[in-house]
């Protein structure tokens, strides 16, 4: 099994910065990809970017150039560091791992003011 604790959201203005960090524990060894979706009411949840075991990376198209996923081993933490942030981006932010099963976090807020 696998746990997941996001943390780092927050209210942030329009152009400001962020970094998100999920921290993973359980059965780590297992988790072949990780990655970020977020889901804003109203909206359907969406790939934000994922990051697999080999260090590929996908972004999606919306969040591209402006988001970067990164991966620390040694903390088992994935982060999400978010740049120009946009009233578009708010939403729940959730951290996702791939094992053969699928886990999320709990979430954490972005909310992205003017």
């Known amino acids: 099994q696998v746990q997941l604790v996001e943390s780092g959201g927050g209210l942030v203005q329009a152009g400001g910065s962020l970094r998100l960090s999920c921290a993973a524990s359980?059965?780590?060894?297992?988790?072949?990809?990780m990655g970020w979706y977020r889901q804003a009411p109203g909206k359907q949840r969406e790939l934000v970017a994922r990051?697999?075991?080999?260090?590929?990376?996908i972004y999606g198209d919306s969040v591209k150039g402006r988001f970067t996923i990164s991966r620390d081993d040694a903390k088992n933490t994935v982060y999400l560091q978010m740049n120009s942030l946009q009233l578009e981006d708010t939403a729940v932010y959730y951290c996702?791992?791939?094992?053969?099963?699928?886990?999320w976090g709990r979430g954490t807020q972005v909310t992205v003011s003017s």
């Open positions: 359980g059965s780590i060894f297992s988790i072949n990809a």
């Open positions: 990051i697999t075991k080999g260090g590929s990376t």
């Open positions: 996702n791992a791939f094992s053969g099963s699928t886990y």
